[in-house]
């Protein structure tokens, strides 16, 4: 799955997108540039402490760095056109005052910045809803099939919706709905996460930062803060040197940590983990995934023979130390092809294979 960053020009989209993934963007290029973030998680660092692995292997999230979205790029529709091909978007608002970057609207307006983009993917939408429309209500008196009928009354819905400039993501859809939807890419029926970028002077208070400049989260929608400043300094220290700098703002884990969780959490993915003297690994799947499909995410070959799964919560793992006293307390358990695996699980999978 892929999440593109998105953004004015001078907001430190890519300079956060470099920050993440390592990838160097060189300035002033008008193109698309593609990266893998690492997903931070104290828990799998933790049972790598234990087990002292030879190879420790994080979640990740596949990273689209999007051309910075302009006045003409957004009335030409190139810019909103390079948008289709992801499946969440990482919306990032200047909030910082600085004299020396110019701002594309003027002034500083977090809020109007996020408005005026909402207003653009509805618009976008609306446009490509009208051209369905039509289309269907041609098809529909030539042949009306019960297909066609089903999805001539979603886009009967869908169509006041956006007019009321209410983004597709806030429309109430059945399973078989959003199916049906899926194959258009709307932009406004896409996860957003709005990432506020703030001054080094507000860099202590990136908890209270997004409700403070009046932004509110909807269905499929996240806010998180950051300061782009204070990341690229941690960029360049150690662990105790970074823990060290954090500590001198108040703040317990970096914005990108944040940041790159949030966004895992926007896709509805959860982690699980398998653990042992080889590796320590976090595994990604759906929230809601059960056993059997949670081995297969391992090997195709272990759903397939899939026996039994052992489990343990993570934390129990770490107080206990091992699985064979975890096992004595009866807090190692068998669960069969249909548990729903958990956030922070730790799994092994039996098989015949």
């Known amino acids: 799955m892929k999440t593109g960053i998105i953004g004015l020009p001078q907001v430190g989209k890519t300079s956060l997108f470099t920050m993440l993934t390592g990838v160097e963007v060189t300035p002033g290029k008008r193109e698309d540039h593609l990266g893998i973030a690492r997903v931070p998680d104290q828990r799998l660092d933790q049972l790598g402490d234990l087990f002292h692995p030879r190879k420790l292997t994080h979640a990740t999230v596949e990273l689209v760095d999007v051309a910075s979205l302009t006045q003409e790029s957004l009335r030409d529709g190139s810019g909103i056109a390079a948008l289709r091909n992801v499946d969440a978007l990482i919306h990032v608002v200047r909030a910082f005052d600085d004299p020396s970057v110019p701002h594309m609207a003027g002034d500083v307006n977090p809020l109007r910045d996020i408005q005026n983009l909402e207003f653009d993917l509805v618009v976008s939408d609306l446009g490509q809803v009208e051209k369905r429309l039509e289309r269907v209500e041609k098809d529909i008196k030539k042949q009306k099939t019960p297909a066609l009928v089903e999805e001539l009354a979603?886009?009967?819905?869908?169509?006041?919706?956006?007019?009321?400039?209410?983004?597709?993501?806030?429309?109430?859809?059945?399973?078989?709905?959003?199916?049906?939807?899926?194959?258009?890419?709307?932009?406004?029926q896409k996860p957003i996460l709005y990432a506020l970028n703030v001054g080094e002077d507000q860099a202590g208070q990136l908890e209270t930062a997004t409700d403070r400049a009046g932004i509110k989260t909807a269905p499929k929608t996240g806010a998180v803060a950051i300061c782009a400043k204070v990341e690229a300094e941690l960029a360049g220290?150690?662990?105790?040197?970074?823990?060290?700098?954090?500590?001198s703002y108040g703040l317990k884990e970096s914005g990108l940590a944040r940041l790159t969780r949030a966004a895992y959490a926007l896709l509805g993915v959860m982690s699980f983990f398998t653990a042992g003297e080889d590796e320590c690994r976090a595994w990604t799947?759906?929230?809601g995934s059960r056993?059997?499909?949670?081995?297969?995410?391992?090997?195709?070959?272990?759903?397939?023979?899939?026996?039994?799964?052992?489990?343990?919560?993570?934390?129990?793992?770490?107080?206990?130390?091992?699985?064979?006293?975890?096992?004595?307390?009866?807090?190692?358990?068998?669960?069969?092809?249909?548990?729903?695996?958990?956030?922070g699980d730790v799994m092994h999978i039996r098989h015949s294979g």
């Open 291 to 343: 056993a059997v499909e949670a081995a297969g995410a391992i090997h195709t070959d272990l759903s397939k023979h899939f026996i039994r799964a052992e489990v343990i919560r993570w934390d129990q793992l770490l107080e206990l130390r091992t699985e064979a006293a975890a096992r004595e307390k009866g807090l190692l358990r068998l669960e069969g092809k249909d548990y729903i695996v958990q956030d």
């Open 237 to 247: 220290l150690g662990d105790e040197e970074a823990a060290e700098f954090m500590g």
């Open 285 to 287: 799947v759906p929230v």
């Open 154 to 188: 979603l886009l009967q819905r869908m169509k006041p919706h956006l007019e009321a400039e209410q983004p597709l993501r806030t429309l109430a859809l059945s399973v078989e709905e959003e199916k049906r939807m899926r194959g258009f890419q709307f932009l406004s």
